[in-house]
Every structure is written in structure tokens, then in C-alpha cells.
């Protein structure tokens, strides 16, 4: 069956650095267009950032460009997400999420057709 599986969370300060990693089972992961996504504390989820199946191209949502990079390691069944000069902003919890390319646009959550259980980010003083 198809797992994601998060991980890398945590608290951290104003201006630190977190790297958050989902690994992927179950499907082909290589085949797959990989989104990370978060949910603020009282919020509805939020697109972050996706890349394609090969890692060639890779989207943000503006808030974070500059500071998050999505990566894969398609050999490792691994998506991940340098997050750096984080902001209190940033906290909640990431989730990574799955589906095949072409299937929507991709800041539409909905869409998604795979989740993790999601890895909580605090960003606070």
C-alpha cells in the first residue's frame, strides 16, 4: 500500500533552519509529482511547493521563495524540504502529498491523490 511517510519537524527560532523529509512506499515514486503542503493553526491547507517527477522544475508558493527548496532522490524514494530563515509564519503542520503529472493544477490540493500523516513545524522565540 501507498505510505508517506514525514519527518524532520520540530521547534526552531526565528531565522533557523529546518530540513523536512517524506519518504515515499508503495507506488512509483519516480512517476510521481511530489507537493509539500502545510496547514497554520487554525487554517485550511496551503500549497508550498512542488517538483517534478524527474526533479527538473520546482514551484513555490511566494511567501517562501528564497528561503524553502524542494529536492528528490528518486533512487532514495525521498521528497524534501530545506527550509531556511524561517518565520513564525511557517509554523504548522507539512504535509507531502502525491499524484501523477498532469492531473491539475498544482497549487489545488484537491487534487492530490497521496498523503503523510504531516510533521508539525514550530517557528518561535
Known amino acids: 500500500q501507498v505510505r508517506l511517510v514525514e519527518s524532520g519537524g520540530g521547534l526552531v527560532q526565528p531565522g533557523g533552519s529546518l530540513r523536512l523529509s517524506c519518504a515515499a512506499s508503495g507506488f512509483p515514486f519516480s512517476r510521481q509529482y511530489m507537493t509539500w503542503v502545510r496547514q497554520a493553526p487554525g487554517k485550511g491547507l496551503e500549497w508550498v511547493s512542488s517538483i517534478y517527477s524527474d526533479g527538473s522544475q520546482t514551484f513555490y508558493v511566494d511567501s517562501v521563495k528564497g528561503r524553502f527548496t524542494i529536492s528528490r532522490d528518486n533512487a532514495k524514494n525521498t521528497v524534501y524540504l530545506q527550509m531556511n530563515s524561517l518565520k513564525p509564519e511557517d509554523t504548522g503542520v507539512y504535509y507531502c502529498?502525491?499524484?501523477?503529472?498532469?492531473?491539475?493544477?498544482?497549487?489545488?490540493?484537491?487534487?492530490?491523490?497521496?498523503w503523510g500523516q504531516g510533521t508539525q513545524v514550530t517557528v518561535s522565540s
Open positions: 502529498a502525491a499524484r501523477r503529472p498532469g492531473s491539475g493544477n498544482r497549487e489545488a490540493v484537491s487534487g492530490y491523490d497521496y
